[in-house]
């Protein structure tokens, strides 16, 4: 007798494996969202603070060389901050794809896993039915033997 082969086994390995590139590249995109999240808000920080020292000079009053200087570091802050929410928005995107792509995984992993159960369960059946029919050989066996035994001796003694 040969042993339980699950006909499947390499595609739930591979698909195994393949959730586990899975769950790394969102480790390393989560790797790269996180900073990029702290550098947002430091510009918006430093776009606050601009803004206050805009409003300070103002009231003091400011020469036009100074005011021109604040306003084009704020323009800067904010065309920074402009290319890091479409940065966001891009690594967003990619998040929801991997995400996706990791539920389809997970759930190909699980239908073969549970196929691959059912698959047990009935090779384990098929086993004890062989078993039962090998025992039941045995049991007839023995008892034609039995029989065949009890007839010579039973025609012998006859003689």
């Known amino acids: 007798m040969s042993g339980f082969r699950y006909r ?3 595609l739930l390995r591979l698909a195994r494996v393949r959730l586990s590139q ?3 590249e969102m480790a390393e995109l989560l790797a790269e969202i996180l900073p990029l999240e702290k550098a ?8 606050v603070a601009c803004d206050r020292e805009l409003l300070l000079r103002a009231r003091q009053g400011v020469r036009g060389d100074e005011l021109q200087q604040l306003v ?5 802050q904010e ?3 402009s ?3 479409e940065r966001r928005e891009l690594l ?3 998040d929801r794809q991997l995400k996706e792509r990791i539920e389809g995984t997970s759930r190909r992993i699980k239908v073969l896993e549970k196929q691959r159960q059912e698959k047990w369960q009935e090779y384990q059946k098929d086993l004890a039915r062989r078993e039962q029919a090998l025992i039941d050989d045995v049991v007839l066996s ?18």
């Open 79 to 81: 065309d920074n901050l």
């Open 72 to 76: 084009l570091d704020r323009q800067r």
């Open 92 to 94: 967003e995107e990619r």
């Open 22 to 24: 899975q769950r790394r």
């Open 8 to 10: 499947l086994e390499v």
């Open 40 to 47: 947002l808000q430091r510009i918006r920080e430093h776009l």
């Open 142 to 159: 023995r008892k034609a033997r039995e029989a065949l035994l009890e007839r010579r001796g039973g025609s012998e003694a006859e003689r």
């Open 83 to 85: 290319r890091l929410l």
